[in-house]
């Protein structure tokens, strides 16, 4: 059973970092893409940052590209989102997700979801 848990979301200031850790369990995620989606209140959930388990490649929405920084450490099980120079647009609750073969930033997309970190930024 594939498990993905989200932790280190939290209320900062505009400007400062904050890190999102995804621990994944349940199967090997080779081959995966691994993503990170977001949702703010009264929107939809909005594609923040993928990365190939396998290979590293990346991808960025817009918004977020020259920010946020997605990686994986394979001997954790675990993604990460460094998100630097956080600014009040970026509050919301963040999301792992986890989809078989090629990126995608449809999250209808994604079939493994976490339950969600929120992130408050305040200004």
């Known amino acids: 059973q594939v498990r993905l848990v989200e932790s280190g979301g939290g209320l900062v200031q505009a400007g400062d970092s904050l890190r999102l850790s995804c621990a994944a369990s349940g199967r090997t995620f080779s081959g995966y893409h691994m993503g990170w989606f977001r949702q703010a209140p009264g929107k939809e959930r909005e594609f923040a940052a993928a990365i190939y388990w396998s290979a590293g490649h990346t991808y960025y929405s817009e918004s977020v590209k020259g920010r946020f920084t997605i990686s994986r450490d394979s001997a954790k099980n675990t993604v990460y989102l460094q998100m630097n120079s956080l600014k009040p647009e970026d509050t919301a609750v963040y999301y792992c997700?986890?989809?078989?073969?090629?990126?995608?930033?449809?999250?209808?997309?994604?079939?493994?979801w976490g339950q969600g970190t929120q992130v408050t930024v305040s200004s």
């Open positions: 997700a986890a989809r078989p073969g090629g990126w995608s930033t449809r999250a209808h997309e994604y079939s493994y």
